[in-house]
């Protein structure tokens, strides 16, 4: 290994963190407060102005901070977001994962269980006997849905609430994951709203 003359580079990588000398303005610390509240009540005034506009029909074309009433009022979820799984099917209802392994193998958690068996039809190989996903030891990485060639499972059900009373029932079976998402958690059809993707 080549010796390294630290003194003549022009970053200290002898340290992993550098140190950033605080100005005479940060030493006082007053003024830092007076700054951080400045900031608070500037998007407080603002945000109650224009909420108290669009009240009475005014400063339509405007946006403020909004409180999302939850359960009522859903924050829209980008279409990206990696929510339940689920298990596509083929145009005559049967599963399309061919049990191949894969989403298992590169699973980091090993939480997905499938016990392969030979399918009934002669002209396909074989498919899942059985098929779960522990969601309690899920992380959602989405390494499952890359892996499978097939593409036999996604993540796009925009499904957030994943809790239970009882923690067996958060391990999903096939027909668990085969079934039809409707409502609030379907598949999304649509773009998000633009500021969404500001």
């Given at each position: 290994?080549?010796?390294?003359?630290?003194?003549?580079?022009?970053?200290?990588?002898?340290?992993?963190?550098?140190?950033?000398?605080?100005g005479l303005w940060e030493k006082i610390y007053y003024p830092e407060i007076i700054r951080g509240l400045s900031i608070t009540a500037w998007h407080f005034f603002r945000?109650?102005?224009i909420h108290t506009l669009r009240a009475f029909g005014m400063a339509r074309?405007?946006?403020?901070?909004?409180?999302?009433?939850?359960?009522?009022?859903?924050?829209?979820?980008?279409?990206?977001?990696r929510g339940r799984h689920r298990l596509t099917k083929k145009e005559?209802?049967?599963?399309?994962?061919t049990a191949c392994m894969l989403c298992e193998t590169i699973c980091p958690t090993d939480c997905i269980y499938i016990t392969p068996e030979e399918h009934p039809n002669p002209?396909?190989?074989k498919h899942p006997r059985q098929y779960?996903?522990?969601?309690?030891?899920?992380?959602?990485?989405?390494?499952?849905v890359e892996a499978c060639p097939c593409d036999a499972i996604r993540m796009d059900t925009s499904v957030m609430e994943l809790s239970d009373w009882d923690r067996?029932?958060?391990?999903?079976?096939?027909?668990?994951?085969?079934?039809d998402v409707a409502g609030p958690g379907a598949p999304p059809e649509?773009?998000?709203?633009?500021?969404?993707?500001k």
């Open positions: 290994m080549p010796n390294i003359d630290y003194a003549k580079l022009t970053v200290d990588y002898r340290t992993s963190v550098q140190k950033v000398e605080m945000n109650m102005t074309e405007k946006r403020g901070a909004v409180t999302y009433q939850y359960p009522e009022e859903r924050r829209p979820v980008h279409r990206r977001y005559d209802g049967s599963e399309r994962c002209g396909v190989e779960q996903i522990d969601i309690l030891r899920c992380c959602f990485c989405g390494y499952c067996t029932r958060l391990v999903y079976d096939k027909e668990y994951l085969m079934r649509y773009a998000p709203p633009v500021w969404w993707l």
